[in-house]
């Protein structure tokens, strides 16, 4: 079966103490761009507020963790500011106007990759302002896999207690769920960056774009990247549909 592939990326926090967040968003869809997915299949969630902040000695930059290259140029604006919310971001997952931007318009056919990077508390993943709730996260994608709007979807959340936003996600619907933490614990920032004066990164994104950037996607499978992660980040968890983590990378981020 072959579909488009689209993918979600969303750092949920402002301020620049959080730069990490943004910073982790932007490395990947540089990453992403490289291996030809389209922009308007990608949907971009990120508050904006860290390129030209004031605190940012280099200015109109964001700074990868990778190689200190900036990643920030050309990255798309979908949803900047206030429109980075729960409510659109539910919408722009499951095609939904509402959003009033860019959604991803998925068929039975489609992949779908979702990234997020942000704060979270037990069962919240949390936006600039409000949360999404763990319970309205799962009814979305049971809605979406009823409507047949995707093949297979991916979901890659770094965020504290991470594991209890997709513990209760269902292995028959063919959703791939992996965490940074468990229902119990919190990431662990790394990276820090002198002149900045805020970490990079944190352990769990930091693996993930390390793999990333240095793999060729179609020699290597989700599972190889789980076990990659896992060498260092013993709070990573796997949910949903396992049974995914052998496809190769090429199948949800490489046209």
Same mark, same amino acid.
């Given at each position: ?26 490395? !990947? ?60 971001? @539910? ?27 942000? !704060? ?16 309205? @996260? ?43 933490? =468990? ?12 002149? @900045? ?14 793999? @990333?950037?240095?793999? =060729? ?39």
């Amino acid at each position: 079966m072959s579909g488009r592939k689209w993918v979600l990326l969303v750092a949920g926090s402002k301020g620049w103490g959080n730069y990490r967040h943004q910073a982790n968003v932007c490395a !990947l869809y540089q990453i992403i761009k490289r291996h030809r997915i389209p922009d308007e299949q990608i949907v971009v969630m990120m508050f904006d507020d860290i390129a030209q902040n004031s605190k940012n000695p280099n200015q109109g930059k964001i700074i990868s963790v990778i190689n200190q290259e900036n990643v920030y140029t050309g990255v798309p604006k979908d949803y900047t500011e206030t429109n980075v919310n729960p409510e659109n971001f @539910l919408a722009v997952l499951q095609g939904d106007d509402s959003a009033g931007g860019k959604v991803i318009k998925s068929a039975s056919d489609d992949e779908i990759f979702v990234y997020m990077s942000g !704060l979270g508390d037990q069962y919240t993943f949390h936006f600039p302002e409000y949360q999404l709730s763990a319970t309205d @996260l799962i009814e979305a994608i049971n809605t979406m896999f009823t409507e047949k709007k995707f093949f297979k979807m991916v979901i890659y959340m770094d965020s504290d207690y991470s594991g209890s936003m997709l513990k209760s996600l269902s292995s028959t619907i063919n959703v791939y769920a992996v965490t940074s933490c =468990d229902e119990k614990n919190k990431n662990s920032l790394c990276d820090p960056d002198k002149t @900045l004066k805020v970490p990079l990164s944190d352990q769990f994104s930091s693996a993930l774009l390390t793999f @990333l950037y240095s793999n =060729d996607f179609s020699a290597v499978t989700l599972k190889k990247l789980i076990d990659f992660i896992t060498k260092n980040v013993k709070t990573t968890r796997q949910f949903g549909a396992t049974k995914i983590s052998h496809c190769p990378l090429s199948e949800f981020l490489q046209n």
